[in-house]
């Protein structure tokens, strides 16, 4: 254990994901070698813009996306925070999980009332209406709206980069309510939940990062823990939990 988190004992656990969580899963990161976005051009497939200009060809990249995310299993990650959330739940504490992720991995993984802040690859979002649908399907725009029969309007339901992400008001809230901040397997780059961990410490909440390495916000952690996060998450909750 970290010099000095010992001493802290929380009964509000605020988590935060990012795709490290999911790497070991077999789910690409972004700004890794090798990563997503070393391979598209986000202004392309993650932006309005881009799915204005070329429909077919974002519902293509979400459709791939959700070929690769059916086949894959939630690691001990993912499993020792859901174990760690009903631990909590038990003694009358609360873990929030806040992922950055589109995948429903922490929910394989025993996490339950997950925030996901940048959507669900799982659902599609009307673009004219609005109304959020689950979807296991292919995306096409062939397809139509259950709610306002508009056909070709089908979109994923997830966050992209101009878009205001999901959930902030719960998400300020249940921050602002937590007494210990863990950032886990994120590289600390995307607004606002980059901005989280400072949101936390002018709160005066203790902080701690687990990553493979040290992220951009680094320095504004009170605790770090390096390695992976199939073996750092887990370590952790032990401790935690016993
Ligand atoms: P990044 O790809 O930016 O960062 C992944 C982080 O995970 C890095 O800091 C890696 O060091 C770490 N990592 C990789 N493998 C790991 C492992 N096995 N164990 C622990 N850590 C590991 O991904 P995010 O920070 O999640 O947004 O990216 C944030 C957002 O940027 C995404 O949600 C997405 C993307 O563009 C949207 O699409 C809106």
């Known amino acids: ?13 605020f988590v935060l994901t990012g795709a490290g969580v999911s790497a070991e899963s077999g789910l690409s990161t972004f700004r890794d070698t090798g990563g997503l976005w070393t391979h598209y051009k986000v202004e392309d497939v993650a932006s309005l813009a881009g799915y204005e200009r070329d429909p077919a060809r974002v519902l293509e990249f979400y459709n791939l996306r959700r070929d690769i ?5 939630a690691n001990p990650a993912h499993e020792a925070l859901g174990r760690l959330q009903r631990a909590w739940a038990a003694r009358g504490g609360e873990v929030t999980i806040c992922t950055q992720n589109i995948d429903h991995l922490h929910e394989q993984g025993g996490a339950e009332n997950v925030i996901h802040m940048h ?13 959020v649908t689950a979807a296991d399907g292919e995306l096409s725009l062939a397809l139509g709206c259950v709610a306002c029969g508009r056909i070709g309007g089908l979109r994923p339901h997830v966050v992209w980069f101009g ?9 300020y809230e249940k921050l602002a309510g937590a007494d210990l901040f ?3 397997g994120t590289s600390g780059s995307v607004y ?3 901005g989280f961990v400072a949101a936390a410490r002018s ?4 902080t701690m990062e687990i990553n493979l390495a040290p992220s951009e916000n680094a320095q504004l952690f009170t605790f770090t823990r390096y390695g992976k996060a199939s073996e750092a998450v887990p370590a952790w909750v032990s401790q935690l939990v016993g």
């Not at 254990?1 to 656990?13: D, F, L, R, T, W």
């Not at 995310?69 to 299993?73: A, I, L, P, Y």
């Not at 979002?125 to 609005?130: F, W």
Request: glycine share 12%.
């Open 1 to 13: 254990m970290a010099s000095g988190e010992a001493a802290v004992n929380p009964n509000k656990i």
């Open 69 to 73: 995310h059916r086949d894959v299993k």
């Open 119 to 131: 959507g669900e690859l799982g659902k599609v979002r009307c673009h004219d209406c609005g109304d």
């Open 163 to 171: 878009e205001v992400p999901l959930e902030m008001d719960l998400i």
């Open 182 to 184: 863990v950032s886990i």
């Open 192 to 194: 606002p939940a980059a």
């Open 203 to 206: 709160g005066g909440v203790p």
